[in-house]
């Protein structure tokens, strides 16, 4: 609309100019109600994206604590093997033990061990007098407590 145009007043008058004042302000108005809108959509987007971004950095953190505990307790048996068929069945003593590697060889040692965030405990129990069962445990801290895994197998006097 031209400035010098002449639009009708509520009285019923003309008036010179007076829509193109109106129709800014209007049009001024309507602009800030759409930035507000967006700018509210955008900050939901991001806290959407940002929250799923930091569940999925845990979730990778705890599979990968969760994947570390499972090779602890995998190598504590393959340990616990190794002494059966090294030095006998005896060598697995009744009680909870930790492990070491000494002069390149597996011994029982204090009662757990810990390595990076794990701690790994050994629990041997007699079956009989010829058989022996091993339970391996492995426990960590997270977020969300205390978490553990566990593997556990017996062992005969095969010899």
Known sequence: MDRNEHVPSPSGRFLKGAGAASSAR????????????????????VTVLVGGLLYSADAAASLWARTQARWSASE???????????????????????????????????????????????????????????????????RFGTRSVSAVTRFTNWQ
Request: aromatic share 4%; glycine share 10%.
């Open 26 to 45: 209007s049009g001024a108005g309507f602009s800030l109600v759409e930035l507000v809108l967006s700018l509210a959509i955008a900050g939901l987007i």
């Open 76 to 142: 504590c048996l393959h340990a616990a093997r190794w002494l059966r068929d090294s030095q006998g069945i005896t060598s697995l003593s009744v009680g909870t033990h930790g492990l070491v590697v000494a002069g390149g060889q597996w011994t029982l040692s204090g009662a757990s061990d810990s390595a990076d965030i794990h701690t790994r405990q050994m629990t041997v129990s007699d079956i009989s007098s010829d058989e022996k069962e091993v339970q391996c445990v492995v426990s960590w801290e997270s």
